[in-house]
């Protein structure tokens, strides 16, 4: 029985670890493409080179779509940072009829298909008659990203005990200053994981951002694929790399930052 069951989780661990590879080995084949000198990129590599990088900062499309991401990211992050603190502290410190419906409501944009939630706005908007813009892009990321943020700032909500609120109370707080003073500073590590998931999260959908963007405007995700759609070009390897250093270094940078503040409240 030993034996097999030896045998059985090699074959467990081996199977996990050509799962992985298939799943990260196209990205590391982007970031090593990205450095490759050769117009038409392949193995092995003629050597190393940061021409199309430099190529992408002279793209005035590239860099539209940019400052166009980098905006809606910012926005969406600042935005559904606010939302969600408020409706985490409605959410967990109160009671109040149809705080189950509201609870759904706001987590149903994870449990629904992506598609069917653009399509879905999409058809909503044209029945009222109201063209894409880039508030509604931004309205439509703010319900993508919310959620997400009303989970991480619950968690640390429920983990944050009441004595010390009602301690403030007592000492002649008012419910203001006691969230400004005490409430706040021990929420802010799930508050700065939601800014940078938030941000990531905008910046890196193309989903949804296909079906609800102006004509004309493209966000980077839109870039890329407008680009892989019209030529191969290796730009587009650059511009790969960029998107996978910016949705892999926030999460953890906001995670270390997360854990820093952390230890500094103990």
């Given at each position: ?24 080995a196209p990205i590391a084949v982007t970031v090593l ?20 990088f430099w190529e992408l900062a002279a793209n005035d ?117 006691t969230f400004r003073e005490v409430t706040l500073p ?81």
């Amino acid at each position: 029985m030993n034996g097999q069951g030896g045998w059985g989780w090699r074959a467990v661990k081996a199977f996990t670890v050509l799962v992985y590879l298939f799943m990260f080995a196209p990205i590391a084949v982007t970031v090593l493409l990205s450095f490759n000198p050769a117009q038409f990129g392949g193995f092995p590599m003629e050597g190393v080179t940061l021409r199309w990088f430099w190529e992408l900062a002279a793209n005035d499309m590239v860099l539209r779509a940019l400052r166009t991401s980098l905006l809606i990211g910012a926005l969406s992050a600042l935005i559904c940072t606010l939302l969600g603190i408020l409706a985490a502290m409605a959410l967990v410190r109160y009671e109040f009829r149809g705080k189950e419906w509201i609870n759904t409501l706001l987590i149903s944009p994870v449990l629904i298909p992506e598609t069917v939630l653009a399509v879905g706005l999409l058809l909503f908007l044209r029945w009222l008659e109201q063209p894409r813009s880039l508030v509604l892009l931004l309205l439509g990321h703010v319900m993508l990203t919310l959620p997400f943020v009303v989970l991480v700032v619950q968690a640390r909500l429920i983990g944050i005990k009441r004595v010390y609120e009602e301690a403030a109370l007592s000492l002649g707080a008012n419910r203001f200053q006691t969230f400004r003073e005490v409430t706040l500073p021990l929420l802010m590590p799930a508050v700065l994981a939601g800014i940078l998931l938030a941000f990531t999260i905008s910046f890196d959908n193309v989903t949804a951002t296909m079906f609800w963007r102006p004509a004309g405007v493209e966000t980077m995700p839109t870039q890329i694929f407008s680009m892989l759609r019209n030529s191969i070009s290796p730009e587009i390897n650059a511009l790969g790399t960029l998107m996978i250093v910016v949705t892999v270094g926030l999460p953890v940078i906001g995670a270390a930052l997360a854990r820093y503040v952390g230890r500094g409240q103990r």
